[in-house]
C-alpha cells in the first residue's frame, strides 16, 4: 500500500559497484521489445491494487468485484502470482478473483498503530487464507520501517495467523536490512519476504543491480535456511531524483530488464513493484511514488507491453 519511506536506510556509505547492466547499448525501443518478450513468457509476481484515479486506501474506498477482476484481467497474461496489501475494503476479494482467473495468491494483512483496524485486517485474512485462496499469507507490510508497532506485538499476530491456519506459509514484509536486525522476527516467519529498493538508497542505475544482490544477500545469510523471496523491487518512470537515482522510462526499462535476468538465472522469486501506476502515492511519497507500473493510472500500457 506505501512504499518503502525515501532514505531510510542506506547499505553502505558509498554505492556498491558493479559492471554495466545487460544491454547497455540498446535503444528505448529495443528494451521495450525485451520487455514485452520477458512478459509473454510470464513474470513470477506483481504487486497488485485495484485502486482507479481518485481512489485510495486513505480514502476508505471500497472495492467492487468487477473493478478488481477488471484489473486482474489485464495482468493476467503477463504474471504467474499476485501480491496484494491488505483484506479489508473489497481488497479481501483480490485473492479469490485471482485463483479465479489461475494466479497464485501472496495475500497481505495490512498493520498499522490502529490496534482495532488490525484485528479487522488480521480475521479478514485468516477468511481469506480458510477459504484457501492465500498461497502464501503475509501479516504486516513495512511495520516496523514505520514504527507503527513493536517486533514482540508484530510476532504475536504472526503467531495467531499461524495457529489459526496450519498448512499455509506465513510471513512478514519489510525492508531488507530489517530482518537482520531483528532475529526474533525472522524465527516467526516460514519464509522471508523482503523488499530491495536502490533507488530508495541513492543508487545509481549503473550499480543497482549490484547493490540489489547485496540485499538479497544480506537477508540470505540470516535466513536460517528458510526461502528468501524479493517481495517489491522496482523503478520510476517520471518524478523527482533521489539523489544518485534518477527516474525515467528508459532507467525504469533497464532496471526491470536487468532484475529479471538476474533472479530468471538465479531461481529467486520476484514481486515486481508494481502492477500499476497509483495516483494517491503523490501524498507520501512526491511526484516519484506515482509511476512504479507497467500499467499506467488508467490502465494503459507502458513501454509497449
Known amino acids: 500500500m506505501s512504499g518503502p519511506t525515501p532514505f531510510a536506510h542506506r547499505l553502505m556509505d558509498a554505492p556498491v559497484e558493479g559492471g554495466q547492466l545487460p544491454h547497455a547499448g540498446a535503444t528505448l525501443a529495443e528494451l521495450a521489445a525485451l520487455l514485452r518478450a520477458a512478459l509473454a513468457r510470464g513474470l513470477h509476481g506483481l504487486c497488485f491494487s485495484a485502486y482507479l484515479p481518485g481512489q485510495s486506501p486513505d480514502l476508505n474506498t471500497q472495492l467492487g468485484e468487477a473493478q478488481i477482476l477488471a484489473r486482474l484481467e489485464m495482468i493476467r497474461p503477463c504474471t504467474r502470482w499476485v501480491r496484494t496489501f491488505s483484506c479489508t475494503d473489497g481488497n479481501e476479494r483480490t485473492p479469490r478473483l485471482a485463483h479465479r482467473l489461475g494466479l497464485k495468491t501472496l495475500v497481505g ?21 480458510r477459504a484457501g485462496h492465500a498461497d502464501v499469507l503475509a501479516v504486516g507490510n513495512e511495520v516496523l520501517l514505520r514504527e507503527d508497532l513493536p517486533e514482540s506485538e508484530l510476532v504475536d499476530y504472526l503467531r495467531r495467523a499461524k495457529a489459526a491456519l496450519p498448512g499455509v506459509p506465513i510471513s512478514y514484509v519489510d525492508a531488507y536490512y530489517l530482518f537482520c ?125
Request: hydrophobic share 40%; glycine share 10%; aromatic share 12%.
Open 109 to 129: 494483512a495490512w498493520l498499522g498503530t490502529d490496534r482495532a483496524k488490525n484485528e479487522v485486517e488480521l480475521q479478514s485474512a485468516i477468511e481469506v487464507a
Open 181 to 305: 536486525q531483528h532475529p526474533g522476527l525472522v524465527e516467526a516467519c516460514d519464509v522471508l519476504l523482503a523488499n530491495c529498493y536502490p533507488f530508495w538508497e541513492y543508487c545509481a542505475l549503473e550499480h543497482s543491480l549490484a547493490y540489489m544482490k547485496e540485499m538479497y544477500a544480506r537477508v540470505e545469510r540470516v535466513a536460517g535456511g528458510r526461502r528468501v523471496i524479493i517481495s517489491e523491487t522496482g523503478w520510476p518512470s517520471a518524478g523527482t531524483p533521489v539523489g544518485a537515482a534518477v527516474p525515467s522510462e528508459e532507467n525504469a526499462l533497464r532496471y526491470l530488464l536487468a532484475t529479471l535476468e538476474w533472479t530468471g538465472a538465479a531461481g529467486i522469486d520476484l514481486f515486481y513493484f508494481s502492477a500499476f501506476d497509483e495516483a494517491w502515492k503523490a501524498g507520501p511519497e512526491g511526484d516519484r511514488g506515482v509511476t512504479w507500473g507497467l500499467w499506467d493510472q488508467d490502465g494503459k500500457p507502458k513501454y509497449g507491453v
